[in-house]
């Protein structure tokens, strides 16, 4: 009846995974109380459960990314405080925990704080930058974000009942086939990152669309914001990678659950054909990751140096070159396994081209902020921050590039300090960049700058005292993780990553601070005009937070930087008050489609873990129904009248007129 | 929405390189939705490719179990493929009635499909039935394993074109030609027709040139 279910999954005998599955799950059922007591429940359902809108969307990916972040967070304070201690001792973590602990933490990090964080902001910003209402599929968008929280849910669920893979965070075979890894562990792996990955294809196909078929008028390619550039890169990479992950994935889990032999050891299954299915997915997802921090940092960067992006047209061509590139040197991740002399030379040379396009970009920004007016804006201390850090990890990306190097670095700490090199300065800079400059959008009042700088500071220098020890340890010979070790040497590094770890927690906190902080001193921070950095593209141009249909009108595009050249023109024109004539605008209905659907998809997933086989079809045909239900609905827009439009829309001109008549007055 | 395209000058072109065409503004909701439906169908070739990949590099681990020209029967597959193909053509025949809102040779058209689909999906069924009575499963070697998963990959896409198409055959029924309607109809060809594209791949890989291993 229950399938593999019963009592004995729940790890009563482990008080670690217990005691913090027990105050999540007190957490989350004092907010839930909170919600329903105060009557919210209403309120959250309308407004943002049942969602359809792009910007509440992407603010929900984000708040799922951020509190992933802190779990992903905690199980690498955990590993740090292990391999601390565990200099010829056990530690405090069993193997079998400790393996499960690296591999959530990749996963997480990963699939549910790099990806929801930077599919949010693309979520909040590309339409606003494109000039339009919504994204191409708005409810489509809806089930994406949901089945993405399916993923994330079913991951933390596997903390308390049952376990989670040991197998790392691409669960290489034959380790995560039945005979090795005979738990549920790898299928809650698998099934978790099945679902969201649907979720993640959904929005891809939804952005792709969206920056291809839904720009305002004279929004041409070549005056689109670089953020969209990188959106598109990132997305277009995202349709073509995705499945791939996918169809992996179906691949183990054919062989787990029903005994094929894709990767076994037996029956002529090639486990190599798992290394370069999984990696042709694995490479280009960090570019579809860095691609979007590339976008925000052009933002930022050219919105605080008070200048255009310099070498916009070669920052497009870098960014579809990388787009393309991305897909020819996957073998880079496994050099060592014997794919010969040849093979290794040619992906060595494309790993290595690759940071051409890349050192394109640092110069352009570079040059952008050279003779600029700089504004030291947390969001720009980012950017900065990201500049030093991005080049020390690229510098070793291209060391562990040539084949004999990596075959003496391959699968070490170097390689760990290198990737989170890469990844925390590169994605988590670019995600907080982002988070800081396009919040007042979002919310309508900016962030505390004390706090974020503070943030910002302990999180650059934890960074460094965290990961620049585990380069040491690494070129010392230690191999990744280990859960207990015998060499003195590699002993005092780990020490002080165990320092920069609590730096980095500090750092954190800050981020939460500020949050708190923020919130507490909204109205002083309020953000009237909708333009709080004097920015340059179009997303500044509407109210923070936008109206529902973001424009009253499509904008006009002229030219490269569209708003800065409105605000120019605004000024010499002296502000005509030209009367606009509005009309009504029709918007997306809300749907309860989304999280209908993830709910059964939930279910499906988890039965499909436990083998719970009239439960998986029970999902399944509720999942089905959903879509029947959703196609039958004969409203599915509903129209915000002229003046209602123009009401809005005043408000906003009022505001931003008596700003640019004071600039004009100064 | 209109799509002529107007042309400007000066401000358009900051590098001035000569005529820049404006762009007219956001696409039509018809045309949004058959681009990315494109999209959605060039991210599933993606995945059969992956699929595609895995048989050809395990179609000759047969591990001592049957090579592809010992269990596959062409004139089987024959009438398969015609049957699909023929299928295209009747769903062709359902969207132009459909575009014409003509609902008698709507239904003609895409019931004759659905049998059609249906046809081939029994064919495929029993062969691997049979295939699997006699021993042959997909856990015998890995070459099995990679000719079940292809096949039997598309044959679930078949099958959910099949609901799919049941489920639209019931939408024109309730709700009439509607826009919305219609816009799913165009993706619903697209769909059958890409299917019919990936057999293409499948007849030729699997069947004719795994014959040769």
Redesign the interface.
Known sequence: MLGKLDWSVIPFGQPIPLIAGAVVLVGILAVLIWVIVKGHLPYLWHEWITSVDHKRIGVMYILLASVMLLRGGSDAIMMRIQQAIAYQSQGYLPPEHYNQIFSAHGTIMIFFVAMPFVIGLMNLVVPLQLGVRDVAFPTLNSVGFWLTATGALLVNLSLVIGEFARTGWLAFPPLSELSYSPGVGVDYYAWSLQISGVGTLVAGINLVTTVLKLRTKGMNYLRMPMFCWTTLASNLLIVAAFPILTATLAMLLLDRYLGFHFFTNEAGGNVMMFMNLIWAWGHPEVYILVLPAFGIFSEVVSTFSGKALFGYRSMVLATMAICIISFMVWLHHFFTMGAGPDVNAIFGIASMIIAVPTGVKIYNWLFTMYGGRIRFATPMLWAVGFMVTFIIGGLTGVLVAVPPADFMLHNSMFLVAHFHNVIIGGVLFGAFAGFEYWFPKAFGFRLDERWGKLAFWFTFSGFYVTFLPLYVAGMLGMTRRMQHYDVAEWRPWMIVAAIGMAVLSIGVICQIMQLVVSIRNREALRDRTGDPWDGRSLEWATSSPPPVFNFAFHPDVRGEDAYWDIKIHAQQQSLEHTAPEYHDIEMPRNSPTGFVCAFFATIMGFALIWHIWWMVILGGIGAFATFVVFAWRDHDEYVIPADEVARIDRINLEERRSLVSMAGAI | MSMTATV?RA??D??HIGL????????SKR???A??FW??L???I??FS??F??YA??VS???DGPKGSEIFEQRNVAIETVCLLLSSFTCGMASIAADVRNRFWFYLGMAVTCVLGLIFLLIEFREFADLVSRGYG??????L??F??LVGCHGLHVSAGV?WLL?MMA?VF??GFRA?VLR?MMCFALFWHALDIIWVGVFSVVYLLGSGV
């Open positions: 400007g401000h358009a900051p590098h820049v065409v404006e762009h007219p503004g956001p696409a045309i949004v939705t681009y990315g999209v959605f060039l991210s599933d993606v995945m992956c699929f990949a895995a590099v395990l681990q047969t591990a997909p856990s015998r070697s890995a070459f394993t990679a079940f998963s609901l489920t939408q309730a709700k919305d799913r």
